[in-house]
């Protein structure tokens, strides 16, 4: 007697289509939250100028290269705020050239801010989606 091997297939490929569904919209969400955080800084944020930075770490992966940094800030009232960060290259081009960082902060929660130059990356959104498109039409 032949066993039927087409069920236990299907049930698979519905788990890799479930799981690369739900890891495409946690991609998602994830991008979505972050965008949303970056807005609303950009837009109620109060302004402070970062210490100059003396070091940094680089790191490349795939292609790509992230940097960090520990940033030192005083807040409008006077606060003091040191935070590792990341950042992008405009922010290194400025840091190469002592040109002075701005960062706009959260009023409310200082320690998340954002650097004036930093832009959203939408290849966060592209992941999202190419996975959730994956899932559903090719497995």
Known sequence: MAKDTKQPRSL???LLKVLGVIAGVAVLVISYQEYSKMS???KAGAVAVVEPVT????RRKKGSTTYSATF???TTDGRRITQNHSFNSDVLTDLKSNTPVRAL??????NEFIFEKQTFSMWIFAVG??????ALFFL
């Open 12 to 14: 698979i490929r519905l």
């Open 40 to 42: 609303r800084i950009r």
């Open 55 to 58: 070091s940094y770490t680089e």
């Open 72 to 74: 030192n800030f005083k």
């Open 105 to 110: 902060y959260d009023p409310q929660n200082p």
């Open 129 to 134: 989606a190419g996975l959730i498109v994956a």
